[in-house]
């Protein structure tokens, strides 16, 4: 499972012209499932995300987590994080769980952030979106688990 984070001041997915969710102030989240994640990388991935400093402190420092600083996160799903681009210039996207199995995890990793009590908004599963932010920082930061 791979996540693809970005503090945000805001962002927002559009769907065939209409606004689907925006967030204020907290975390982008682009998500891709890999055949043989499982549950528990959603676990920890959910745990690593809300948990993750980096948000700045009164110092300037990257020293609160979401969960600190009551920020609200938007989770959508992109299976090309998962897209391989070692060989030739077409990405291969054999790694990439089948449409079945990644939307349950990216169901099943929005159900456990909801957990910490946090808000969340989503994308569409594998619909066509538009996905606008503006990047805080920038800050970005690609986790595997």
Excluded: H, W
């Excluded at 420092?61 to 030739?88: A, H, P, R, W, Y």
Aim: hydrophobic share 40%.
């Amino acid at each position: 499972m791979k996540a693809l984070i970005q503090r945000v001041k805001r962002a927002s997915v559009t769907i065939d012209s209409v606004l689907y969710s925006e967030i204020g102030m907290g975390m982008l989240v682009l998500l891709g499932v890999e055949k043989g994640d499982e549950n528990i990388n959603a676990d920890k991935l959910a745990d690593k995300l809300v948990n993750l400093r980096i948000f700045e402190d009164e110092n300037g420092k990257m020293n609160k987590s979401l969960l600190d600083v009551s920020g609200e996160i938007l989770v959508v799903s992109q299976f090309t994080l998962c897209g391989d681009c070692k060989k030739g210039t077409r990405p291969s996207f054999d790694k990439s769980a089948p449409p079945e199995i990644a939307n349950n995890l990216y169901e099943y990793f929005i159900e456990r952030v909801k957990e910490y009590s946090l808000t969340v908004k989503t994308g569409k599963f594998a619909a066509m979106m538009d996905v606008e932010l503006v990047n805080d920082g920038p800050v970005t930061f690609m986790i595997e688990k």
